[in-house]
């Protein structure tokens, strides 16, 4: 079963701080480069952070500097610590396998930064 369940999102205001987790199922998440994605309203989804089974990552322009991506390859999950909030960061966040597997797509969490 193919399955990734985000959690985490809430209402913050701008500055503020969020610990994003997404729990996956063993099947999509052993070996594969995990990351989380983002879509805002009318936007198209983004790829934000990415890190590979060995835990290397890499981040988008915008959030490089306030973002870390882990991951726990005991538990199946990876987080997203999100710091330095800004109103531009507001959007469903989602995790999926990079490149994207297209028929695991969670419910994401919603990210609402208030200025």
């Known amino acids: 079963q193919v399955q990734l369940v985000e959690s985490g999102g809430d209402l913050v205001q701008a500055g503020g701080s969020l610990r994003l987790s997404c729990s996956a199922s063993r099947s999509i998440f052993s070996g594969s480069t995990m990351g989380w994605y983002r879509q805002g309203p009318g936007e198209q989804r983004e790829l934000v952070a990415r890190i590979l089974w060995r835990h290397s990552t890499s981040y988008a322009d915008s959030v490089k500097g306030r973002f870390t991506i882990s991951r726990d390859n005991a538990k199946n999950t990876v987080d997203l610590e999100m710091n330095s909030l800004k109103p531009e960061d507001t959007a469903v966040y989602y995790c999926?396998?990079?490149?994207?597997?297209?028929?695991?797509w969670g419910q994401g969490t919603q990210v609402t930064v208030s200025s």
């Open positions: 999926n396998t990079v490149p994207p597997n297209r028929i695991a």
